[in-house]
């Protein structure tokens, strides 16, 4: 028996959240505070309901996907009653305070809860490989596996509510970084213009198989900064910083402006300055937090 959802809100991305639920047989009741966006949903199988608390009342698990957290209190408030013995997955965007706080109003509506984030967009949803993150008990998580993994993957972070919250501003930085370090990348590599620079195309091709190199730096740091101890071993600190300023002298050369190499070598000068010149990578993070040593 496939789990009865419903979905209150019908942006694109809750378009593709009851897509992705009907494409796996899940019997799908919808509803949208804006009529006619349900059109093509119901060709495909949906149940449309005139108002939020008729469309609640249909299925035991419903999937709120509202511009923000202001919206979804506004919804879910006047729901206090049908939302008794239910599950709620909060798939909005919102702050952490912002998770607890709507958590806190499920709770006292007598209802599961579970908050979670969606780390793709519409098109990839319903895809293997896209990743949501969720907060909430464990066994909540547990019971409706099956259903939140018509989404994507499924990966709880904690019992914690605000966690995905959390998570999704620091995989935020992470991205955007990456992807500024990318076009700084394609940039530098293509500099010497047509004929002597490299095409866009072929520079990822080559960083998409080294980025398991990446990778691997990642999990032999992570250790070092949970453990507060940074050993250097084969590539100190000292090494580090030889190889910026070669960066930021290359980048200068071909007029590429980014800022990035200047941030990446005044960062580990600061620390090299400090007396870590034989730390790991990883003692940087003591001084990107706030507070830390200058």
């Known amino acids: 028996m496939r789990t009865k959802v419903t979905v209150l809100g019908l942006g694109p991305m809750g378009v593709a959240l009851a897509g992705a639920f009907l494409t796996t047989g899940h019997p799908t009741t919808v509803w949208n505070r804006t009529p006619g966006r349900a059109i093509d949903l119901v060709e495909d199988g949906a149940r449309e309901e005139p108002t939020a608390a008729a469309a609640v009342m249909t299925s035991p698990v419903v999937v709120v996907c509202l511009a923000s957290y202001d919206a979804v209190e506004e919804v879910v408030n006047p729901l206090v009653p049908q939302l008794r013995g239910r599950t709620v997955v909060n798939l909005s965007s919102g702050s952490p305070v912002q998770a607890r706080e709507v958590a806190a109003l499920v709770d006292r509506a007598g209802a599961a809860y579970l908050d979670g984030v969606i780390l793709t967009t519409p098109p990839g949803i319903g895809r293997a490989e896209s990743l949501l993150l969720y907060g909430g008990p464990p066994e909540v998580f547990d019971e409706h596996h099956e259903l939140l993994a018509a989404l994507g993957e499924p990966l709880r972070v904690g ?113 090299v300055e400090a007396g870590h010149g034989d730390d790991s990578y990883a003692r940087l993070v003591e001084f990107i937090r706030a507070g830390s040593p200058v």
């Open 159 to 271: 019992a914690d509510p605000a966690l995905p919250s959390v998570y999704d501003t620091a995989l935020l930085s992470q991205m955007w970084g990456t992807l500024t370090g990318w076009l700084h990348a394609v940039a530098l590599i293509g500099a010497d213009g047509p004929g002597g620079g490299v095409s866009a195309q072929a520079y990822t091709r080559v960083a998409d198989r080294w980025m398991g190199s990446v990778r691997a730096f990642m999990n032999a740091y992570a250790p070092h900064i949970d453990a507060k101890s940074y050993p250097g071993e084969d590539f100190t600190l000292d090494l580090h910083l030889r190889t910026m300023e070669v960066l930021t002298h290359a980048s200068e050369l071909r007029g590429v402006r980014s800022g990035l190499p200047e941030v990446f070598e005044g960062l580990a000068r600061r620390a």
